[in-house]
């Protein structure tokens, strides 16, 4: 795709083409219709003129030196072989004239005047006014009427006329203005081509100032990219811009949001990678330390104690190991979890029929409370869930004594369900609860490697839901998830998020 501002230049330079185009096509005509108007009426005024000068008692010999001295007049400004020294106006009209009686005899005429004018106009009008009769020499011209009267165009030999034909009532005489089209034509192209000239000349300027315009528009999102590109790739600190446009702040809000969120998450991968580092190193070497025993030893028994001690430690690393990708598994920047609608207890019962042999194993009863009459129907992840139980219980049977007692209760609510896990063992001071959803943090007795409870806390937060510790009444500790009857419906409501 072509740059914001090569597509912004090419579609504004466009619509200006198109629309200058239109309007100087527009002014053109009209111009040009006006600039004809103009010659027109300038052919009417030299006809109302001659009308005035000319009579009909006017004695032969002053018409004959009146036609000698307009001649000369016209002849100056019509020839190209003019005076340069003449006044005038490149735009003045080039007209002819001819004076007629009522009998088409000429009496006045100029040099340049056109033959047979007259003729070629009766025979038009003839052909397009559809006149009865057809004229006859001597026949008077006011037999046509008003129909000879006013503006017509002939055609004679190769030029085309623009005629203005007038009746002098008092006398009785027609006068006729001539002026030939491409002469006329001519005058009327520059006239009007010279009012098209400002905008033939404004529109590469127009472009220029266009272009500069767009340019200074998009000033600040240049001088944005180019902040970003000498930007270090290990630097997240969010980005400091000068003060932005409207349109660009919410952009730079949204980078800069979007720095701190990699940023977090490359602090907790760190900070989890190191953990996780320095919780296996201990069991590792453990392990090693039991397989050179079991190498060594020469008694069997002893030979037989220390690969019992290694394959304990095995499973203590297999659970570490397996508790880490459950985390990873669980990171919110990347879990997409698949809410179906299940029924909590049924789905409870069957987690902890599979759970019961750690229970006895220890010799420890495991007991579900809930009243069966409750709608215990809940839109969740099935498999999230299912960690979830499993690490709450298996904490519970590894910090209760043999012989103690297990106690899992589901409470129904209008909007949510509370799964509690209650033991019967020494409890948490209070003080130290909070520690519990750290990772790697183990109480005084645990053996685990303290990802029971984070692993937890973070299916609660995928499941919008809330999580605390209280001191259970049989004594030990008491872990009580609230978990909304629709998380879908929580994590839309609450926008981006940890899903």
């Known amino acids: 795709m072509i740059s914001i501002r090569a597509r912004t230049l090419l579609l504004l330079l466009s619509l200006l083409c198109v629309a200058l185009s239109m309007i100087s096509l527009v002014s053109y005509h009209d111009a040009k219709h006006e600039v004809e108007e103009l010659f027109d009426a300038q052919m009417a005024q030299t006809g109302r ?14 018409r004959t030196a009146l036609q000698s001295a307009l001649d000369q007049a016209l002849k100056s400004h019509n020839s190209e072989q003019a005076d340069p020294l003449a006044t005038g106006h490149p735009y003045e009209g080039k007209l002819a004239f001819q004076l007629f009686d009522d009998h088409g005899r000429t009496l006045l005429q100029s040099a340049s005047a056109p033959t047979n004018a007259l003729a070629q106009l009766l025979i038009i009008l003839h052909r397009d006014k559809a006149l009865k009769h057809e004229h006859v020499d001597g026949e008077p011209l006011s037999s046509f009427g008003r129909a000879l009267v006013g503006y017509h165009n002939v055609s004679l030999a190769q030029h085309n006329w623009r005629l203005f034909v007038l009746h002098d009532n008092k006398d009785n005489h027609w006068i006729m203005i001539a002026e030939r089209e491409d002469v006329r034509g001519e005058l009327v192209g520059k006239i009007a081509l010279k009012a098209l000239f400002a905008d ?109 001690q290694l394959n304990s430690g095995v499973e203590r690393a297999t659970r570490v190991v397996a508790q880490l990708l459950t985390l990873a598994r669980l990171d919110p920047h990347s879990v997409q979890l698949k809410m179906v609608e299940i029924d909590l207890l049924g789905y409870v019962r069957n987690e902890l029929a599979e759970l019961i042999p750690l229970a006895l194993d220890k010799q420890q009863e495991l007991l579900l409370e809930a009243n069966p009459a409750d709608d215990f129907r809940i839109t969740a992840d099935s498999p999230s869930l299912g960690t979830l139980l499993q690490n709450l219980v298996s904490n519970a049977v590894q910090y209760t004594p043999l012989g103690g007692s297990i106690e899992v209760h589901i409470d129904a609510q209008s909007d949510a369900l509370l799964l509690r896990v209650l033991d019967s063992g020494e409890g948490v001071d209070p003080q130290l609860r909070e520690k519990l959803f750290e990772r790697f943090y183990r109480g005084s007795t645990g053996e685990g490697a303290g990802l029971g409870l984070s692993i937890v806390q973070r299916v609660v937060e995928l499941h919008r839901g809330s999580i605390r510790l209280d001191t259970s009444p049989m004594g030990g500790l008491e872990v009580i998830v609230r978990l909304p009857r629709d998380a879908r419906t929580c994590i839309r409501n609450a926008g981006p998020g940890l899903s």
């Open 49 to 62: 003129l001659l009308e005035g000068i000319v009579g009909a008692d006017m004695p032969e010999q002053a």
């Open 200 to 308: 033939i000349i404004g529109l590469p300027l127009l472009a220029l100032l266009v272009w500069l315009a767009i340019g200074w528009g998009l000033a600040p999102l240049k001088a944005m990219a180019e902040r970003i590109r000498a930007r270090a790739p290990d630097d997240l600190d969010p980005l400091l811009f000068r003060p932005l446009p409207t349109e660009l702040e919410p952009m730079a809000a949204a980078l800069n949001r979007l720095l701190l969120q990699v940023k977090q998450l490359i602090s907790q991968e760190k900070r989890f990678i190191a953990d996780a580092a320095h919780e296996l190193r201990t069991p590792l070497a453990v392990l090693r330390i039991h397989a050179q025993n079991a190498q060594t030893a020469e008694d069997p028994l002893d030979r037989n104690k220390a690969l019992k």
